[in-house]
């Protein structure tokens, strides 16, 4: 077989994924076409992110990397695209699996087609009691255990008996049910905190109504987890308008550039990096590395730590340019 540069550039990426060489399974060579199908689209900006890392990833290998979403969680829409990608024949799906159930149904229908799958973002929780879900790989972060990293670097400046508010902007999600079961894991068990999961919508203006509802009827509220960008804008908007910096302890996940200019001006302690970039851009090649050359794809974590007031100022760039 003759290496072209873009073989090579393929290859390299193979060795440090990590991933292993097993036989061809028969796919054709050419005319790739890779779908990752997210709960979510782009218009939220956690996924907007993602979606760039997908197409740069197509541009790169010279195959059609198409992602998409509904404008918001959907899962019968999600169910709906991933069904499409099936019947047009996709090289390969990657899909988050934010309802176990079904978006289990498809990935084994995808399976018994013989699409390869790789599971993005979010998968099935540990104590999972349903039939087992046959993706190949996982791309994205341990959601339980970043809650419980979250809750613990703020724990020093957590009074005992706090009450706690969890912001939750998607209920049943559950990657971010996970996330709120780390916290409050951590917080019940080292300060005895009262913590509250409020549902807080995915409509901006509604959730920073709820979240001031939910302040003024309980006074002594001491701290504030939000579980992405669609809780924690109107959340640093609530903090900065009803002057509670300093007042309220706030901490969140993922990077947007409001967040990042919150933890600058002090008004956030940390969030939490997933690097969805790399769960756009990794699927893909792991899909492509599967069909071109039988590369098993290789479970790969992308949650790497916290972005705090030391870091932000380094990861600021790379926000506004839409990387991280």
Same mark, same amino acid.
């Given at each position: 077989m003759k290496l072209t540069a873009r073989s090579l550039i393929v290859l390299v990426l193979a060795a440090v994924l990590g991933v292993g060489l097993i036989a061809p399974h028969g796919l054709a060579q050419e005319n790739l076409t890779f779908y990752v199908i997210a709960h979510t689209g782009p218009g939220d900006p956690f996924w907007a992110?993602?979606?760039?890392?997908?197409?740069?990833?197509?541009?790169?290998?010279?195959?059609?990397?198409?992602?998409?979403?509904?404008?918001?969680?959907?899962?019968?829409a999600q169910v709906n695209m991933a069904r499409a990608a099936i019947s047009a024949r996709a090289s390969g799906i990657a899909i988050s699996v934010s309802d176990p159930p079904a978006i289990g149904q498809v990935i084994r229908d995808a399976r018994r087609r013989g699409i390869p799958v790789v599971a993005i973002n979010v998968k099935e929780p540990a104590d999972y009691k349903g039939e087992p879900i046959p993706y190949m790989a996982y791309i994205g972060m341990d959601e339980y255990e970043a809650g419980k990293n979250?809750?613990?670097?703020?724990?020093?400046?957590?009074?005992?008996?706090?009450t706690v508010l969890i912001a939750m902007h998607e209920p049943g999600h559950v990657g971010l049910e996970a996330r709120a079961r780390g916290i409050r894991e951590v917080l019940t068990a080292e300060r005895q905190a009262k913590v509250e999961v409020l549902d807080t919508t995915q409509d901006p203006t509604k959730a920073l109504a709820t979240m001031r509802a939910f302040l003024k009827a309980n006074p002594n509220t001491k701290v504030l987890f939000t579980l992405g960008p669609l809780g924690a804008i109107p959340a640093i908007r609530m903090i900065r308008e009803d002057r509670l910096g300093g007042k309220?302890?706030?901490?969140? +996940?993922?990077?947007?550039?409001?967040?990042?200019?919150?933890? $600058?001006? &002090? %008004?956030?302690? *940390?969030?939490?990096?997933?690097?969805?970039?790399?769960?756009? +851009?990794?699927?893909?090649?792991?899909?492509?590395?599967?069909? $071109?050359? &039988? %590369?098993?794809? *290789?479970?790969?974590?992308?949650?790497?730590?916290?972005?705090?007031?030391?870091?932000?100022a380094a990861v600021e760039s790379l926000v506004k340019q839409g990387y991280r």
């Open positions: 992110v993602v979606q760039r890392g997908v197409q740069d990833a197509g541009r790169m290998l010279g195959v059609r990397a198409i992602f998409q979403g509904p404008p918001q969680r959907d899962i019968p979250v809750a613990r670097f703020v724990l020093p400046k957590i009074p005992r008996g706090a309220i302890v706030m901490a969140s +996940f993922d990077l947007d550039a409001a967040t990042i200019q919150a933890i $600058k001006e &002090g %008004l956030v302690e *940390a969030t939490v990096d997933q690097q969805q970039y790399l769960q756009g +851009f990794i699927s893909v090649v792991q899909l492509y590395l599967y069909s $071109k050359y &039988g %590369l098993q794809p *290789a479970d790969y974590n992308t949650g790497r730590g916290l972005v705090t007031k030391a870091t932000a």
